[in-house]
């Protein structure tokens, strides 16, 4: 049996595995950590589970101690304090949505913050996060960004508390993986992403904002309870952080107008 | 006019800039209510009746009953179809 900790975000998480495959891929993808200090979670994770990825439905049964999502490449039971969890996978494709599931799901239930569909660039020490429908532009923009620190490429780690709202290095990436150079970061605004001839931003109305931000929440929807979790969590960041329109054109022309 | 309506449990609102958001927190939707649709469905989940509604509208605002009964009815009717209430029944007497 492997064993490491890693690091995602504030919080320490053990990792326990019989897969030296599963390690390598938790190790290329995750920062990982010599620490004693306390677990938050702790993930056991086997491979040999179910088929080839065929579409997103997740069925979650939702038990007395424990919830369980399945997907036909993974599955998950974590206990409902979110402290301990086996992931089951088929392939790493399914291991890293698995894991994105889980931490969504994890730090919406702790009431510490959402995973966000976006890539994020940092400009003069501030974050400045991208988003939009599939297909609108995230990935372009990121690489656009270039030589700039990107947090997220793909899902934003992003800390709400009722004072202020943080955005942290994310391990969720899709091509441009993490060289952990910043831990976190405040952010300057979210940007809507829409390919125009035109470059410009508009400000969105806050609540407008909730209408644009709540599609782009990684969330598995369950429960009541932590879905008013997360919509508090939603409100106080629409308070926070300013929403706009961004028409761009296909280079990074648009940096000239946000920063 | 009697008739009671309910809110589930389920729907939650927030206040932004004077416009509220409701929540379903079952289906997972959102719907954007100016101060007086968010008035209603607040007094809704006090279980007011809708004639109280009506009563307490034309007199503070000084405008005629039937007009705010026909607007009430149609407000109540699209926040039925959108599951945000429920009709309870008519109060017993």
Redesign the interface.
Same mark, same amino acid.
């Given at each position: 049996m492997y064993m490491i900790m890693i690091k995602i975000a504030e919080h320490m998480v053990e990792i326990k595995t019989d897969s030296k495959p599963i390690l390598q891929w938790i190790q290329r993808h995750f920062k990982q950590v010599n620490s004693h200090n306390a677990i938050d979670l702790s993930i056991n994770i086997k491979d040999g589970f179910g088929s080839s990825f065929t579409n997103y439905d997740v069925e979650i049964l939702s038990e007395s101690e424990f919830i369980t999502y399945t997907r036909t490449d993974y599955k998950i039971k974590v206990d409902k304090m979110f402290q301990k969890a086996d992931i089951s996978v088929y392939n790493n494709f399914a291991l890293k949505h698995a894991f994105t599931n889980l931490y969504s799901a994890f730090i919406i239930h702790h009431g510490w913050g959402l995973l966000f569909h976006s890539s994020c660039a940092i400009q003069k020490h501030r974050a400045y996060i991208f988003t939009g429908q599939s297909g609108a532009g995230k990935s372009t923009v990121a690489q656009l960004s270039t030589p700039r620190i990107l947090l997220s490429d793909e899902a934003a780690i992003v800390n709400v508390s009722e004072s202020e709202v943080k955005i942290y290095d994310s391990p969720f990436r899709s091509e441009i993986l993490s060289t952990y150079e910043l831990d976190y970061c405040e952010p300057a605004g979210i940007y809507v992403l829409n390919q125009s001839l035109e470059v410009q931003k508009k400000l969105i109305k806050k609540s407008d904002a909730a209408f644009v931000i709540m599609d782009k929440i990684f969330h598995w929807h369950h429960d009541s309870m932590e879905t008013n979790k997360l919509l508090s969590m939603c409100k106080q960041l629409i308070e926070h952080v300013p929403i706009y329109q961004l028409y761009f054109q296909k280079n990074n022309t648009f940096w000239e107008l946000i920063s | 006019m009697n008739s009671k309506y309910m809110c589930p /449990? /389920?729907i939650?609102m %927030?206040e932004?800039?004077?416009?509220w958001?409701v %929540?379903n927190?079952?289906q997972?939707t959102?719907t954007?209510l100016n101060s007086m649709g968010a008035w209603i469905l607040k007094n809704i989940k006090e279980n007011l009746t809708i004639q109280e509604m009506i009563d307490e509208i034309s007199n503070n605002f000084s405008v005629d009953k039937l007009a705010v009964e026909s607007d009430i009815q149609d407000f109540i009717e699209d926040l039925e179809k959108k599951g945000l209430i429920k009709n309870a029944g008519k109060p017993s007497i």
């Open positions: - | /449990s /389920s939650e %927030m932004i800039d004077d416009e958001i %929540m927190t079952e997972f959102i954007k």
